[in-house]
């Protein structure tokens, strides 16, 4: 088959595909939540069956499967809130995951993100929220990765995962849209905390690390 046919059908079952999605979408209020489940997984199974064999996609199919699995794992995310279900739970989780992944917007991405930790708080996954916060704070703009970090490390009562958030903040501190004075003060309060912390966990070359850190920087201020 010629490339030109392949182009040319997979455009006909991109169009076919985004018709579907419409049908089920424009009656969706009138639709049970069993019912939205069974056919929009539908939709899905058309993707895969036809377009899941590429990835490169346009920008409407992306916002449409963006949708679709977000939509299902909200249904399952609330039933298992409703139930206590641990079941409805990782359902929500495997789809939420597959949202993040069709996701574009950093909006779209932090509020999966954001109920994904939830989600894996419920469940007691403590390596899996860790792993979530840290995805969530990546996908800030440069310059706002610094204050995410920090929130992080501010939230944490385990003073490994703090010192993990504020190792981390440390090399966010530069890209801050701030002054090069509140940049080293910055500086200056992350390298107090984390000194502090890892003589607590006795990592004592990180400890001589930072303080080598923190009097270089007293030194450029004054």
């Not at 079952?13 to 539908?42: D, M, P, T």
């Not at 359902?91 to 109920?115: G, P, S």
């Not at 490994?160 to 910055?186: D, G, P, R, W």
């Not at 390298?191 to 607590?200: I, K, R």
Request: charge should be neutral; glycine fraction near 4%.
């Amino acid at each position: 088959m010629l490339k030109s046919d392949v182009a040319t059908s997979s455009g006909r079952w991109e169009k076919h595909f985004l018709h579907l999605y419409k049908i089920v979408h424009e009656r969706e209020r009138y639709l049970s939540n069993e019912a939205k489940v069974v056919q929009y997984g539908a939709v899905l199974r058309y993707f895969l069956k036809f377009l899941g064999h590429d990835d490169r996609h346009s920008l409407r199919v992306n916002l449409v499967l963006y949708y679709i699995f977000t939509k299902l794992g909200d249904i399952y995310y609330k039933e298992g809130l409703q139930n206590q279900d641990n079941g409805r739970y990782f359902l929500a989780a495997e789809y939420y995951n597959e949202a993040l992944q069709f996701a574009r917007r950093l909006d779209d991405k932090r509020h999966v993100l954001a109920v994904l930790k939830e989600i894996y708080y419920y469940l007691g996954d403590e390596d899996a929220c860790l792993k979530i916060e840290k995805n969530w704070a990546e996908n800030h703009q440069p310059k706002d990765k610094f204050a995410a970090y920090m929130l992080l490390a501010q939230n944490s009562d385990k003073p490994q995962i703090k010192a993990c958030f504020l190792a981390q903040a440390l090399e966010m501190v530069m890209a801050q849209e701030e002054s090069f004075y509140t940049k080293y003060q910055n500086t200056l309060d992350v390298c107090s905390q984390l000194s502090v912390l890892y003589e607590l966990l006795g990592e004592k070359d990180n400890a001589n690390h930072v303080k080598v850190l923190r009097d270089d920087t007293l030194k450029l201020l004054n």
